[in-house]
């Protein structure tokens, strides 16, 4: 087994032009890489992030002697870089700073296995192509409140490759740009590159979602069907729910009323956060009652922490893993076997605050995780990501593998 002959940090810059840590790991004739992204919309129990430069320093002058000589198995490295840390929410040396490392040290392993990182994660396991949530419209915390609700994505669940996916959302994404300029209702980007629009309620959204999926030439719901992250942690006010777009507050019984209507209306098939993270009866109620039409994500709700998930009650249906949010590759890992032990999906996702870094598209092919949240179809950190994926789908044989988007999406 290869060992660690150096570990170096250094800050760099991400998508929001905010300074975040990269790691790189050195072991004879190989090196990993890697960089920890940032969250806008972030749940309380997430890895804590610190000061960049003391992130830094902390690697440079504890973590690398720390490591040097160890052997790079990946669990060992992340264990002894959870007791380094010794604070339950890795606060000491940031979770922003052993993300980066654990991250690094996976892949100076597949490189020095010779392998890029979904294979050497792989194994000998069968592969497939996760299913793409792309996002059309921001709002929420990526966009400065512009709408109430976060994310309004497409998932291409007719598609049958990534690649057709790909092709697919760009025609809708083209075409939801056409039909907000004529309105003269675009206003931008947001965070993750989906289009700042400018609409009168949250449900306009939806509608002009729907629209902009018929203007590229398919058909919603059968071909092409939306994705909502309402990120409602971000709304909650005082026991209830704030809409400051419509200028209206809702109980969680008028919320889980609204968004049935919303599936009733328009092709939903995922909803993510749909409740606040402390409000798990509503978001089990909810569950009790969507759950068998709708996938029901949970991010700020389980934070990719494996003990949350253990603890749902039926809660969700579906897991977001972000590495970043837990610190550590095992933690994640761990996160989507309880997933899968717990009969839930699971999306490996990234953050608002990202970089060139395409790790998360490698684990989601390696772990074989069936579907994969990067952002928009836009803006160079995000495109990053899903041009690697169209490399692994070649390097894997276009066409010739299953994939799994009409049996995950298909509407009941």
Same mark, same amino acid.
Request: hydrophobic share 45%.
């Given at each position: ?16 032009? &905010?300074?975040?840590?990269? $790691?790189? *790991? /050195? #072991?004879?004739? !190989?090196?990993?890489? %890697?960089? =920890?992204? @940032? ?52 606060? &000491?040396?940031?979770?922003? $700073?052993? *993300? /980066? #490392?654990?991250? !690094?040290?996976?892949? %100076?392993? =597949?490189? @020095? ?60 994404y083209r075409a939801a740009g056409a039909r907000l300029a004529k309105r003269h209702a675009l206003y931008g980007v947001a ?27 398919f058909e919603p719901g059968a071909d092409i069907g939306i994705a909502l992250d309402i990120a409602a942690t971000q709304l ?177």
């Amino acid at each position: 087994m290869a060992k660690i002959l150096e570990v170096l940090a250094r800050q760099v810059w991400d998508s929001r032009g &905010r300074p975040t840590v990269e $790691a790189e *790991v /050195a #072991v004879k004739a !190989a090196r990993g890489r %890697a960089i =920890a992204p @940032a969250g806008a919309s972030t749940g309380s129990g997430e890895a804590k992030s610190i000061d960049v430069r003391q992130a830094v320093h902390l690697i440079n002058t504890e973590v690398r002697p720390f490591l040097a000589g160890k052997d790079l198995e990946q669990k060992s490295i992340d264990e002894s870089l959870i007791a380094l840390d010794g604070t339950p929410d890795k606060s &000491r040396l940031g979770g922003n $700073a052993i *993300v /980066a #490392v654990s991250l !690094a040290c996976a892949h %100076a392993a =597949a490189a @020095a296995a010779k392998q890029p990182l979904w294979k050497f994660l792989a194994g000998k396991k069968p592969v497939a192509m996760p299913v793409p949530q792309i996002q059309i419209f921001g709002g929420g915390a990526h966009a400065q409140g512009r709408m109430d609700v976060q994310d309004f994505m497409v998932i291409c669940s007719g598609a049958g490759s990534f690649a057709e996916s790909l092709a697919w959302t760009a025609e809708v994404y083209r075409a939801a740009g056409a039909r907000l300029a004529k309105r003269h209702a675009l206003y931008g980007v947001a965070d993750e590159g989906g289009y700042w629009p400018a609409f009168k309620s949250n449900e306009a959204a939806l509608e002009e979602l729907t629209g902009a999926i018929s203007d590229a030439g398919f058909e919603p719901g059968a071909d092409i069907g939306i994705a909502l992250d309402i990120a409602a942690t971000q709304l909650w006010r005082g026991g209830r729910y704030r809409l400051a777009l419509e200028n209206r507050t809702l109980s969680a019984d008028q919320l889980h009323a609204m968004l049935l209507r919303w599936i009733e209306r328009y092709p939903i098939v995922s909803i993510e956060d749909p409740f606040a993270e402390h409000d798990a009866e509503a978001m089990a109620s909810f569950t009790r009652t969507a759950g068998s039409k709708v996938q029901i994500v949970g991010d700020d709700f389980f934070v990719t922490d494996a003990r949350k998930v253990k603890a749902a009650a039926g809660a969700c249906n579906a897991v977001l893993l972000k590495p970043n949010q837990v610190g550590t590759l095992t933690e994640t890992l761990a996160c989507w076997r309880a997933a899968q032990d717990a009969g839930y999906r699971a999306i490996v996702s990234a953050r608002s605050g990202e970089t060139e870094d395409v790790s998360i598209v490698h684990l989601a092919v390696g772990w074989g995780v069936p579907q994969l949240k990067v952002g928009s179809f836009a803006r160079s950190e995000r495109m990053a990501k899903w041009n690697e994926g169209l490399r692994i789908e070649e390097a894997l044989g276009t066409g010739k593998l299953p994939y799994p988007a009409r049996k995950l999406f298909r509407r009941r």
